[in-house]
DNA sequence: GCATTGCGTAAGCTGCGCTGATGCTCGACG
DNA sequence: CGTCGAGCATCAGCGCAGCTTACGCAATGC
């Protein structure tokens, strides 16, 4: 019988690429995944990885075999899951991670509600910017994040996380109200403010410069909306900037809907969808999104909508 | 994360019903058993199982875990097929498990089949009781197995196992040719000639007289359906002898059909439907059965009639 | 050219998980 | 009612799996 905690390791190797980014991972040295994936290797009869470069690679049955980790991990969420709704109430951590604007607008109520319902649940709210939830989820740091999902950068999805929509926003092109401009074309030379490099806030407004033809001319960086608007009041760049952190805009600033649209979802392991209290959570928050932007989606029945994906 | 292993003890505890059983059938002690059993107490945070008087029960929290270990088996089980499925051509050992009737009949034409598309196929048969396959699955010490289910005595479907039909047959009352007997319940004080003790066909035997209404007069044990069919050729008795057996019956016998019915299933563990090997052998041995017996279904598409099925 | 990154192997150590011994409780049986 | 055996838990002891550290090698970047 396959090992599954190598079958983890293996799974990781196929989302990270080396075997060193996997000890980091997993606080181990690079040694014990090398040797543990060999051990693999031998349980499995057939080479599953072979050296390509410094580095190396997953061969055709390396990722098969990673493909189907992601089923069994799930089953093992799945059993945790249920184990968790046998008990009597809900209790015990929910380590929620969250980027700031959601932390500040949409999470108090939430976690107010949930609070009210289920005082024993202890939740721990960590902000942080939505590319390291997958990461954080899969190392078991949180047991529910918030993702995002912007039309101009694609990202394959995880088939090691589910998760469900929680808002579809406008982002809105902010300009200082004296600024003539009716789109982010009208505007190859003024100064940006964007977010720290790293973040997917930069990587989107990078790329919607590139696809209205310019580099943007990065002049500001600052990830709290609050203070890029205040930026973009003072006269100091232009910015984008979704809807939930459009609330209420400092004078001197003008709003100019883009197309582009920004789409958050409730991420987590797959399997934990059962999970009473990430269910719990879901609801609650989307209870709290109610209104605000529109709605992602209908709200899935408990843990079923998020069936469990099949092995490649 | 929970241990794999020690789910896979909870389950075939949940199975077995003792400790010391699931110790037996993995070969350790019965401290062992125990001890990983409390650490996966440990794990799960919440008893998962109680002493009841001399032994132990589950608890519901243990069902429901024990329930999806099933789940986290099959779907590892699935990766190894999967994995084989990666594999050039089909290699390796395949045990089979079958009762004797099927392997003198259906087996060899199988197997020369098999052989002769997969040489490189290692092909183990081993004769033993329908009684004892699903045992033999579970500890690996089989691949497939056959089973039998007879109308008159019910089995509960084992959640860990999966299968296809194979056979659907008609059950006779082997009598001596002068005996006027037009069914069971016609034959009371008949002597009869049963299998051993512990054997499938010794249970269904009482079963059948029993809901005639008697208990059977029984004086000859044999397990060997020509030996049986000799024995009644004889004299010695009357016995129940199943389609397959009863092919070409003895001078002196007079089989008289009933509306008992004998379905055989190929089993597997579940998970296993996809594995290269299993599926090969299920349409071989399907091949062979075709026209003997009605046929048990159609066909099953590889691997996707045994859908997985859900925890509880 | 050298430094750096990434991987594999060898040696050594620690703790997990097994066995064996012991004691307990419960149920069967005379 | 006392005795015996089955079944389980706990403890001590030990071996090995699996980790770290140290080192060597190959490929890449400056």
Same mark, same amino acid.
């Given at each position: 019988m396959l090992d599954v905690r190598r079958l983890r390791l293996l799974r990781d190797l196929s989302r990270l690429g080396t075997i060193a980014a996997v000890a980091q991972a997993h606080t181990y040295t690079a040694s014990a995944v090398s040797q543990q994936l060999s051990a693999l290797e031998r349980e499995a009869g057939r080479p599953l990885l072979e050296r390509a470069g410094r580095g190396v690679t997953l061969t055709p049955a390396g990722r098969t075999l990673a493909g189907h980790a992601d089923n069994v991990l799930a089953a093992l969420e799945e059993a945790t899951a249920a184990l968790a709704a046998t008990a009597a109430g809900l209790s015990g951590p929910v380590r929620i991670g969250a980027y700031p604007t959601a932390v500040r607008t949409l999470l108090p109520a939430a976690l107010v509600a949930l609070g009210r319902d289920h005082p024993a649940l202890e939740l721990l709210v960590s902000e942080m910017d939505p590319v390291a939830v997958p990461a954080a989820l899969h190392e078991r740091r949180l047991d529910v994040g918030l993702l995002h999902d912007y039309d101009v950068v694609p990202v394959r999805p995880d088939p090691a996380l589910d998760g469900v929509p929680l808002l579809d926003e406008t982002v809105y092109l902010a300009v200082p109200a004296d600024l003539p401009a009716s789109g982010v074309g009208d505007l190859p030379d003024v100064p940006w403010i964007v977010g720290s490099p790293g973040t997917l806030c930069h990587t989107v407004a990078v790329q919607v410069c590139r696809t209205a033809g310019f580099g943007p001319r990065v002049r500001h960086h600052a990830d709290d909306f609050a203070t890029v608007l205040a930026l973009v009041g003072a006269g100091q760049g232009v910015a984008l900037v979704p809807e939930l952190a459009a609330d209420r805009p400092p004078a001197g600033v003008r709003l100019v809907p883009l197309p582009t649209r920004r789409r958050t979802r409730i991420a987590y392991r797959r &399997? +934990? +969808? &059962?999970?009473p209290a990430v269910a719990a959570f879901v609801t609650a928050l989307r209870d709290a999104a109610a209104g605000r932007g529109r709605p992602g989606g209908p709200a899935p029945a408990r843990g079923v909508s998020a069936g469990r994906r099949r092995g490649r």
């Open positions: &399997g +934990a +969808a &059962g999970h």
